[in-house]
């Protein structure tokens, strides 16, 4: 019933642009906190981007920032990620992610879906 399901994803080369989209059901989108995680092979899972609620402040690791934009639209309870200007490094699988902003904390997972930056 809980789902997060992530889309978007592909190949592009460096410099291009990718959109991920992320879409939820099964859980009261407005009580979460909305995060992407990417994860490359032979890497730890690594935070990217978060965003506290709707119009709110983010946060973004110093790897992707002024390149990536995280966003959500409440009413149709999609988070996306807008990546730019990627580049060979960015290549990871990318997950969605929602924990409840006050305790206990509650999360969600999505499978994830692949971003690979290449030449």
């Known amino acids: 019933q809980v789902q997060l399901v992530e889309s978007g994803g592909g190949l592009v080369q460096p410099g291009g642009s990718l959109r991920l989209s992320c879409a939820c059901s099964?859980?009261?989108?407005?009580?979460?906190?909305m995060r992407w995680y990417r994860q490359a092979p032979g890497k730890e899972r690594e935070l990217v981007a978060t965003i506290i609620s709707e119009g709110g402040i983010t946060h973004y690791a110093d790897s992707v920032k002024d390149r990536f934009t995280i966003s959500r639209d409440d009413a149709e309870k999609i988070t996306n990620l807008q990546m730019n200007s990627l580049k060979p490094e960015d290549t990871a699988v990318y997950y969605c992610?929602?924990?409840?902003?006050?305790?206990?904390?509650?999360?969600?997972w999505g499978q994830g879906t692949q971003v690979t930056v290449s030449s």
């Open positions: 992610n929602a924990i409840t902003r006050y305790p206990p904390r509650i999360e969600h």
């Open positions: 099964g859980f009261t989108f407005s009580n979460y906190v």
